[in-house]
């Protein structure tokens, strides 16, 4: 049974498949499983994640879905077939760094804790780089509360263990279906660690849908805090509160 199973949807991600992988390939942490789902790629994509697995020595696993049905039903399938302790993310046109799964373990492990969170990148085309350290001023905590304030929005820049995360499916939101459900997570959590390095490099290609301007976006995020709304207990009723605050704040730039 292996440490970490990290979890990445696919969808006509051919372009992206082998910077992905080759990225995981030279992790310096190497008890981790890969499950990659593809939501039903046009391209060549599950030919080269096929061609991965009968070439790497990485444990690789292939799950496919019927129809199209997006990144929050993949990642819930994904989990499903899990086999890991602790539950990762990682998008297909992203990547992590070579140290990322050993810190986040080695942060765990020295802490007890059910969730670790790190910092990320934004890699755009020109090469240009932003980096956003984790604004967390502690190393770990069981603090709850203070973990929600921070306002984690990405599940890609964390590890949960896969008994919390389990019990908690992502809801069917094309975008902001992270924001939906990490709070749900945390006041599932006690134990949190915390590592300021920017270690997930996220890809940002124009003509996304997290940078393109679009009703559809506003919509999901409104979705995403409605979930939140009826799933988070009452005791959390003003942090709910601030939570959507931040998500009105956050639609605007939209």
Known sequence: MPK????????NASKYVDRCLSALENQVFKDFEIIVI????TDDTVSKIEAWKEKSTLSIHLLQNEMNSGPAH???KGISHATGNFIAFCDIDDWYDENYLSEMVKAQSSN???MVFCGYKLVFDSGKKILHALDAPFENTNNIKDVLLLGVDSLCTLIV?????SKIPQPDIRNGEDMAIIPLVIVQSRMFAFIKKQMYNYYCRSGSASTTPSLSVIDSLKKSFNHICVNMPDVYAQI?????IVVWCFSQYF
């Not at 970490?4 to 969808?11: G, L």
């Not at 593809?38 to 790629?41: A, E, G, R």
């Not at 263990?161 to 995360?165: T, V």
């Open 4 to 11: 970490v199973s990290v979890i990445i949807p696919s969808f």
């Open 74 to 76: 993949s990642r819930n």
């Open 38 to 41: 593809d939501d039903c790629s």
């Open 240 to 244: 709910t509160e601030f939570i959507g």
């Open 112 to 114: 007890n804790a059910d």
């Open 161 to 165: 263990r896969k008994e919390i995360i």
